[in-house]
């Protein structure tokens, strides 16, 4: 999907970097994987936070902020991803460049810009007042989180379909287990997570590669690191699950679970791609066009896939009494692409549609990094090039056997009370 490059993968540690004229920027990225458990993701979500609140040598929020203001002004986002059974916590940096910086002002700048990330990853503050703020932070973003109904419908999707597997478990953490975390309890998560989890970093701008290189491997020596990633297994659906919640509200959320069982670099994820575009990924797209369009049934529909766990989502706002026709409409546009009933103009929309969708976000440096996080695109050589190239072999009989290949796992339904759903 871009120029990223894999120069750095021993198990401990894994380093991409894109060296680039592109970009007004240095950017610099730090995942660190765990698995997917409770309350480990409760405190995990916590320590996203807590890593904006101070490090070794710039204890408080003011003094990191200041330091950040010497470095051009630069800007540190934190975040936590769920990529297959694991979540990512990262960690990323953005250093202001200016075109008439020389190759050593850039390679001071990257130093600079390394010293800091590895004082944020490797020597946080967790004082007990941060992480009490943040503890009320977090809890007022899961009490806020019913309120957007939309996301609260696929959250609690993915929950009933993946109750057996950690990918269930939500990476913003759990009310239940923040009231029963402890500053001790974050201390030693933080403590796994130096000294065992592996380390993923990439570094994106006008430096050259071996000196980036050099530069991580001084910032981020081999570590203890004793825990595997983890690969998802394989599920097949044994019937759908359905499941109805209430709420008080007036429009219903529809969100649908598939299992795919397709991940990046199979024969047939490429095919996957285009299969969900022409479903609901556009406006040109089944769901759009037969349940919003068409019918009248919802106020949104569309699709779209989470590779790293092999599984799609449909998601649909529709007026509770619509429920069987809308859904009744959604299982039917499945139906008819196992069939094959797709023609050469969906195909070709939809191809369109993904090329300038990968263009688009070729222009943006972190937005290309995470989807290396998700997809591991540098390590299967995967260029904006070669993503193109492989969209446009994609054929109608690959798209059809993506189609009978996809399963529906689960159907969840938020609904207004006293609705008969």
């Given amino acids: 999907m871009s120029d990223l490059t894999e120069v750095l993968a021993d198990g401990k540690r894994r380093l991409?970097?894109?060296?680039?004229?592109?970009?007004?920027?240095?950017?610099?990225?730090?995942?660190?994987?765990?698995?997917?458990?409770?309350?480990?993701?409760?405190?995990?979500?916590?320590?996203?936070?807590?890593?904006?609140?101070?490090?070794?040598?710039?204890?408080?929020?003011?003094?990191?902020?200041?330091?950040?203001?010497?470095?051009?002004g630069a800007k540190l986002t934190t975040g936590v991803l769920k990529v297959g059974e694991e979540e990512a916590l990262y960690v990323s940096l953005e250093i202001p460049i200016a075109p008439a910086d020389r190759p050593n002002e850039i390679h001071s700048l990257l130093a600079e810009g390394m010293d800091l990330l590895q004082r944020i990853v490797r020597s946080p503050v967790l004082a007990e007042e941060h992480i009490a703020q943040e503890t009320e932070n977090v809890r007022k973003e899961l009490e806020d989180l019913k309120s957007d109904k939309e996301r609260y419908a696929v959250i609690r999707c993915i929950q009933e379909m993946c109750k057996d597997e950690p990918f269930g478990i939500s990476e913003i953490g759990d009310l239940e287990d923040l009231r029963?975390?402890?500053?001790?309890?974050?201390?030693?998560?933080?403590?796994i997570i130096k000294e065992r989890t592996p380390l993923e970093t990439y570094l994106v701008?006008?430096?050259?590669?071996?000196?980036?290189?050099?530069?991580?491997?001084?910032?981020?020596?081999?570590?203890?690191?004793?825990?595997?990633?983890?690969?998802?297994?394989?599920?097949?659906?044994?019937?759908?699950?359905?499941?109805?919640?209430?709420?008080?509200?007036?429009?219903?959320?529809?969100?649908?679970?598939?299992?795919?069982?397709?991940?990046?670099?199979e024969q047939l994820y490429p095919a996957l791609t285009m299969f969900d575009g022409i479903l609901g990924g556009f406006v040109h797209s089944k769901l759009f066009l037969n349940?919003?369009?068409?019918?009248?049934?919802?106020?949104?529909?569309?699709?779209?896939?989470?590779?790293?766990?092999?599984?799609?989502?449909?998601?649909?706002?529709?007026?509770?009494?619509?429920?069987?026709k809308a859904l009744g409409i959604i299982l039917e546009q499945l139906e008819l692409m196992k069939r094959g009933d797709i023609s050469e103009q969906e195909m070709n929309w939809t191809r369109s549609g993904i090329a300038n969708r990968l263009k688009t976000a070729a222009d943006s440096a972190m937005a290309q990094v995470l989807a290396d996080a998700e997809l591991r695109t540098a390590s299967l050589g995967w260029t904006l090039e070669r993503r193109l190239e492989m969209l446009e072999g994609v054929t109608l009989d690959q798209v059809v056997e993506v189609a009978q290949a996809v399963k529906v796992d689960t159907v969840y339904l938020l609904t207004p009370r006293g609705e008969n759903a």
């Fill in 180 to 191: 029963h975390t402890t500053q001790q309890d974050v201390q030693n998560e933080f403590g």
């Fill in 291 to 324: 349940v919003r369009e068409r019918s009248s049934l919802a106020y949104y529909a569309n699709s779209w896939l989470k590779p790293s766990k092999g599984i799609m989502m449909i998601t649909s706002g529709i007026d509770p009494v619509n429920y069987e």
């Fill in 16 to 72: 991409v970097v894109w060296p680039t004229q592109k970009f007004k920027t240095l950017l610099l990225s730090a995942f660190l994987y765990r698995p997917l458990s409770r309350p480990s993701a409760t405190r995990i979500a916590l320590l996203s936070k807590l890593f904006k609140r101070g490090c070794e040598g710039y204890p408080g929020t003011k003094e990191l902020q200041i330091h950040l203001d010497e470095l051009y």
């Fill in 205 to 265: 701008g006008p430096f050259e590669q071996e000196v980036a290189r050099e530069l991580f491997e001084r910032a981020f020596p081999p570590g203890i690191q004793t825990e595997q990633r983890i690969s998802p297994r394989r599920v097949t659906p044994a019937e759908i699950r359905q499941v109805v919640e209430r709420d008080d509200i007036t429009q219903a959320k529809l969100c649908i679970g598939l299992r795919t069982n397709i991940w990046p670099g």
